[in-house]
């Protein structure tokens, strides 16, 4: 095996208290049991065709110009204090990265808990009255068994429905791992086919709108189609870099197997909180709404959008839990896998329970921000539902509008912002910022590659959501199951199931999606980090993206 030889500090960063690997560190350790090839920076450098310049001294620095051509007059963006390329002495890590971040936003957490406990002592009553209804019905008198409807709900609770909706998960679950293992194989073939299907899809929805003579959707659809028609010319130079990031994400993440499980988790306990909450508003209307009038109260009103809200914040903490996790994960492997301190036994362990402890407050912070715009849209979406003033419907739908491009502004942010609280264990005001000064220095390539690894996920779940309603009416359409006996419900199982088997490769592609955001900000910020430990993956996306060293 070659004796690992590490980079010369002098120009990457300013000499640490110690060395990142000591010589008996090298020959101690061995780096995945691979053969690498010795890093030289001076020697990439000549590579590369780069200027040295004798004032630089870290990556990204405002001392002094980044790697490459020299530049005059010309401030890199800080992203973080401490210098790309430092080692801790303490630790022996990367400076950068904080494994044992503080608690931040602590008053964040304790709001959310406050309404989290306000929504369960409602839930208590409102559970209570539909109870009591079910004992004596709404006027005193409840029909016996043999009389009541099953309906589409009781039925898919019988034997037969359970059985549908196994299908479909089965079916989607399927799909979810081919399409998994087709998009490591072949990459970069995964990303062409999928942005052509784009293409294609939206110039079909046009086609179709056109024939039906609907012409807003139609001439929107015909936009889009041709607007992503252009970028295909644009966005080839793109592909290789897109294509090596997704292939080392999916690489990683096939090793790590408990952040799929855990991914998994969180669909189902969104799903379970999504019927607790249904349940909830329920009994809401069943306390308040007045049946004689039919009209809403000004308490159940203000009961609906509590209920709302807090649905809102705890989806949003729910899903945000899963993706900080998932990104210490990538985090912990970019700056530990390879070198002498090693990946930890259980890093998808160690990273939840930063993720429910030390970052539990920013968590909550970013996501309330998110649930204020939400609950806001609900309320500007019931005005526009009023058909009584036509002037506020529209004023509404105008600001529905905004919310909702500023909602996806945010969420965007919201994203790499996690990455950044569980990496370096930032609170959350700092991590946005940090955010949008990558955004301004990167931004162009980060959103071409999300859109091109994006696709990938979107037309994947697409196919397992066809499928999995095509195996679910087979179902139906063959066993003939007694709660559907003449097809009343057939087109509510097929969406059921279409909306399943979507949701199981979406799930699949949150893990790869929370991977190459954080893979995406380590680089940004440190890829000498990457150089040092993995050389050979540093190489691979240095010639798909040479910025990496600017």
């Given at each position: 095996m070659a004796q690992y030889n590490p980079p010369d500090h002098q120009q990457y960063a300013p000499p640490p208290q110690q060395p990142y690997y000591t010589q008996d560190q090298q020959q101690q350790y061995a780096y995945n049991a691979q053969q690498q090839p010795a890093y030289n920076p001076n020697a990439q450098q000549q590579q590369w065709g780069l200027q040295q310049d004798p004032q630089q001294q870290y990556f990204g620095a405002p001392s002094g110009p980044p790697h490459g051509q020299p530049m005059t007059?010309?401030?890199?963006?800080?992203?973080?204090?401490?210098?790309?390329?430092?080692?801790?002495?303490?630790?022996?890590?990367?400076?950068?990265?904080?494994p044992r971040p503080k608690y931040n936003d602590c008053w964040a957490f304790l709001l959310f808990i406050a309404q989290l406990a306000a929504f369960v002592v409602l839930s208590y009553f409102a559970i209570k009255q539909i109870n009591d209804d079910r004992k004596f019905g709404n006027d005193g008198y409840y029909p016996p068994p043999g009389q009541r409807s099953p309906g589409v709900a009781l039925g898919f609770f019988s034997k037969s429905g359970l059985i549908t909706m196994l299908i479909s998960v089965l079916t989607g679950a399927v799909i979810a791992v081919l399409y998994f293992m087709l998009t490591e194989t072949f990459p970069r073939q995964v990303i062409k086919v999928t942005f052509a299907l784009s293409i294609i899809a939206y110039l079909a929805v046009a086609i179709y709108y056109f024939v039906r003579r609907l012409w807003m959707p139609a001439i929107f659809g015909l936009i889009f189609g041709l607007l992503y028609a252009s970028m295909w010319f644009f966005w080839q130079s793109r592909i290789p870099f897109a294509t090596e990031m997704l292939r080392a994400v999916t690489s990683i993440s096939k090793k790590y197997p408990a952040t799929f499980a855990l991914a998994f988790l969180g669909l189902f306990v969104q799903i379970v909180y999504s019927v607790y909450f249904t349940v909830v508003i329920s009994g809401c209307y069943e306390m308040y709404y007045d049946r004689t009038t039919g009209s809403t109260p000004g308490k159940l009103k203000a009961l609906i959008v509590f209920c709302f809200f807090s649905f809102y914040w705890t989806?949003?903490?729910?899903?945000?839990?899963?993706?900080?996790?998932?990104a210490g994960v990538f985090a912990t492997y970019?700056?530990?896998?390879?070198?002498?301190?090693?990946m930890s036994k259980s890093p998808t362990i160690a990273s939840f329970k930063?993720?429910?402890t030390t970052s539990i407050g920013s968590i909550c912070f970013g996501s309330l921000v998110i649930a204020v715009i939400q609950t806001l849209r609900a309320l500007t979406q019931i005005l526009r539902s009023d058909g009584n003033d036509g002037i506020l419907a529209f004023v509404a739908c105008l600001i529905d509008c905004i919310?909702?491009?500023?909602?996806?502004?945010?969420?965007?942010?919201?994203?790499?912002?996690?990455?950044?609280?569980?990496?370096?264990?930032?609170?959350?005001?700092?991590?946005?910022?940090?955010?949008?000064?990558?955004?301004?220095d990167r931004g162009i390539v980060q959103i071409i590659n999300d859109?091109?690894?994006?696709?990938?996920?979107?037309?994947?779940?697409i196919l397992a959501g066809v499928l999995s309603g095509l195996a679910s009416y087979l179902y139906m359409r063959f066993a003939n199951p007694a709660f559907n006996t003449n097809g009343e419900f057939t087109y509510v199982i097929v969406v059921m199931a279409f909306v399943l088997g979507m949701q199981m490769l979406f799930t699949v592609g949150t893990v790869i999606d929370s991977g190459v955001a954080t893979t995406f900000v380590c680089l940004a910020e440190d890829p000498a980090a990457l150089a040092r430990t993995?050389?050979?993956l540093f190489e691979r996306i240095r010639a798909t993206w040479p910025a990496v060293v600017q």
């Open positions: 007059g010309v401030v890199p963006p800080s992203y973080e204090s401490a210098p790309s390329g430092t080692v801790n002495p303490e630790s022996g890590l990367p400076a950068k990265f904080n989806s949003q903490v729910i899903k945000n839990i899963i993706h900080v996790t998932i970019y700056f530990m896998a390879g070198s002498p301190q090693g930063r993720a429910c919310l909702g491009c500023l909602q996806g502004m945010i969420e965007y942010v919201n994203k790499y912002a996690y990455c950044q609280v569980a990496i370096y264990g930032k609170a959350y005001i700092p991590a946005a910022r940090d955010t949008w000064t990558i955004l301004k859109n091109l690894i994006g696709n990938v996920w979107a037309m994947g779940a993995k050389p050979e």
